[in-house]
Every structure is written in C-alpha cells, then in structure tokens.
C-alpha cells in the first residue's frame, strides 16, 4: 500500500469500575489494561500491564478464553482471594482489542 499504514478498526466494548462505566470505541490491537487507563479507570497496576500484579483482573462477558490458560490463572491464585475468581476473570494486560470483540463487557473489581 505504498508505505500508508493503515489505520486501525475501532471495536465498541464497555468498561466498568466500582461505578464508573464508559462505553469505549478501542483501536484493535490495543490491550484492554491500556484501554481502561486512557478512559480514566484506577487500575492499581504497579507491573505495568506485565502480567505480574494482578491489578487488572476484570470479569469479561462473553468469556474469551485466554492464550495461556494456566499463566493467567496461577498469578489469579496467587494474588485475588478465592471468592474474587470466577469462571470468566482475566487479566486485562493479556486481552489484545480484535474485532471479535463488539459488544464485550469487562468489569475491573474493586479490591475489599
């Protein structure tokens, strides 16, 4: 295409802390951890979207099955409480915007 790059697809999805909800055109390709943050939600992420804190354990509905399933879950274990994990938790650093997307809900719990 002559070196013009082209521009990304925006994919509508909703995010929600505590009682702040936007609903967010994101640019494919974009993480949902990065996201949340450019839409103005407190997520206490102190690795920075590494896959290392847990701080940006969202529920996400419809479910998207992560590519490193057991990755995911160990930090999960390691840092939310048993009764904060459920069958559709994430980490908001790891879930890549695609097109597939439209009309996902992704709710970043508050911690207790």
Known sequence: M???AAL???VQITLTRGDKTVDVDAA????????AL???LEIPAACGG????GGCHCYVEPF??????????DVLEDLWEDD???????????????????GTKFEFP???
């Not at 974009?30 to 996201?35: A, G, H, K, L």
């Not at 590494?50 to 804190?53: E, H, I, L």
């Open 84 to 102: 904060q994990i459920k069958s559709n938790s994430r980490l908001g650093c790891q879930i890549t915007v695609t097109a597939d997307m439209a």
């Open 64 to 73: 998207i099955e992560p590519k490193d399933k057991e990755g995911e879950a």
């Open 50 to 53: 590494n896959k290392v804190c």
């Open 110 to 112: 508050l911690e207790e």
């Open 8 to 10: 990304a697809r925006s």
């Open 2 to 4: 002559g070196g013009i």
């Open 38 to 40: 450019d839409q103005g």
């Open 28 to 35: 494919e390709g974009s993480r949902i951890f990065q996201v």
